[in-house]
């Protein structure tokens, strides 16, 4: 049995709240670990976390999408 969109769309969006909220604070602890370290190494950190977090919830935004059709 599939979802309804309605489901689909309030357990999407709560794991797109409440992890995206995980993944920030686990990417700052670690980039509060990276504070004695170089501005270079700072910089690549802040932009790889900053784009990794795009491809799960890209997978969830498809999921809650799919139960419109």
């Not at 309605?6 to 794991?15: E, F, K, N, Y």
């Not at 604070?25 to 170089?38: H, P, R, T, V």
Request: net charge positive; no cysteine.
């Amino acid at each position: 049995m599939t979802d309804k969109p309605a489901a689909r769309s309030l357990w999407g969006m709560l794991a797109l709240i409440f992890g995206l909220m995980a993944y920030a604070f686990l990417a700052g602890g670690i980039g509060s670990m990276l504070n004695e370290s170089s501005l270079i190494i700072q910089t690549i950190y802040y932009l790889v976390a900053g784009i990794l977090w795009i491809f799960p919830a890209r997978k969830i935004l498809e999921w809650m999408g799919r139960g419109k059709r």
